[in-house]
T-cell receptor
Framework: DTGVSQDPRHKITKRGQNVTFRCDPI?????LYWYRQTLGQGPEFLTY????????KSRLLSDRFSAERPKGSFSTLEIQRTEQGDSAMYLC?????????????FGPGTRLTVT | GEDVEQSLFLSVREGDSSVINCTYT??????LYWYKQEPGAGLQLLTY?????DMKQDQRLTVLLNKKDKHLSLRIADTQTGDSAIYFC?????????????FGKGTKLSVIP
C-alpha cells in the first residue's frame, strides 16, 4: 500500500523562474488536494480536484499558479515567474470521496526555496 | 471566515498525559481532525470526530468535542518521546459543499525524558 508521493522533495530556484511539482495520490483516491505551508503556520488550502475536474480554488491561488489533473490520476502544480514569497512547503493530499469522514492523506511535501 | 486557534507550545514529562486544545469558529463544521507533523515531513492523520459526537477513543488517543463552546481537545495517554511533534487541529464544513481543511497554526509538543 503506497501512500501519496510528491516529486521533487526539494526545489531551489531563482526568482522569475517557473517550477512544476508532481503529486501521485493513493490509487483509487478520486480526490486530490493542494495545500501550502509556510514556516510556523498550518497548511492553507489552494485547490482540489475530483477526478480530472478542478472543483474549488482558493483566493491564494494567484494567476501565476496553475494546477492540472489531466487523467484523474497524478496532478501537477506549476508556479510561473516565482517570487520569494512563494517559498514554502507544498503539500498534496488525497481522499476517496464516498461520504464522510473524507479523511485526507498527505504526502511528504515539496519544499520550494526561491532565491 | 473560519478560524482555528491552538496554543503554540506544550511540554510534558514522558509517561504523563498530554492535552492539546483547539477552538474553532465555524459552528457548521461537520468533521474535525487531528494531524501530527514531524520535522521536515508531511502530515499524518491521527484521528477525526464527527460533529454529532462528543468523544472518540482510539488506543492512547482520546478526542473530546464540546460543540456548544466549539472546543476540541486531543489527549495522549502515556506520552512517549516519539510523540514529540507538531499537532494540528483542522476542521471541514462538508455541509456547505466545501471539502477543504482549515488548520490551526499547530501545537508543538515537547516530551521531556
Amino acid at each position: 500500500d503506497t501512500g501519496v508521493s510528491q516529486d521533487p522533495r526539494h526545489k531551489i530556484t531563482k526568482r522569475g523562474q517557473n517550477v512544476t511539482f508532481r503529486c501521485d495520490p493513493i490509487s483509487e483516491h478520486n480526490r486530490l488536494y493542494w495545500y501550502r505551508q509556510t514556516l510556523g503556520q498550518g497548511p492553507e488550502f489552494l485547490t482540489y480536484f475530483q477526478n480530472e475536474a478542478q472543483l474549488e480554488k482558493s483566493r491564494l491561488l494567484s494567476d501565476r499558479f496553475s494546477a492540472e489533473r489531466p487523467k484523474g490520476s497524478f496532478s501537477t502544480l506549476e508556479i510561473q515567474r516565482t517570487e520569494q514569497g512563494d517559498s514554502a512547503m507544498y503539500l498534496c493530499a488525497s481522499s476517496f470521496f464516498t461520504g464522510g469522514p473524507y479523511e485526507q492523506y498527505f504526502g511528504p511535501g515539496t519544499r520550494l526555496t526561491v532565491t | 471566515g473560519e478560524d482555528v486557534e491552538q496554543s503554540l507550545f506544550l511540554s510534558v514529562r514522558e509517561g504523563d498525559s498530554s492535552v492539546i486544545n483547539c477552538t474553532y469558529t465555524d459552528s457548521s463544521s461537520t468533521y474535525l481532525y487531528w494531524y501530527k507533523q514531524e520535522p521536515g515531513a508531511g502530515l499524518q492523520l491521527l484521528t477525526y470526530i464527527f460533529s454529532n459526537m462528543d468523544m472518540k477513543q482510539d488506543q492512547r488517543l482520546t478526542v473530546l468535542l464540546n460543540k456548544k463552546d466549539k472546543h476540541l481537545s486531543l489527549r495522549i495517554a502515556d506520552t512517549q518521546t516519539g510523540d514529540s511533534a507538531i499537532y494540528f487541529c483542522a476542521e471541514m464544513n462538508s455541509g456547505a459543499g466545501s471539502y477543504q481543511l482549515t488548520f490551526g497554526k499547530g501545537t508543538k509538543l515537547s516530551v521531556i525524558p
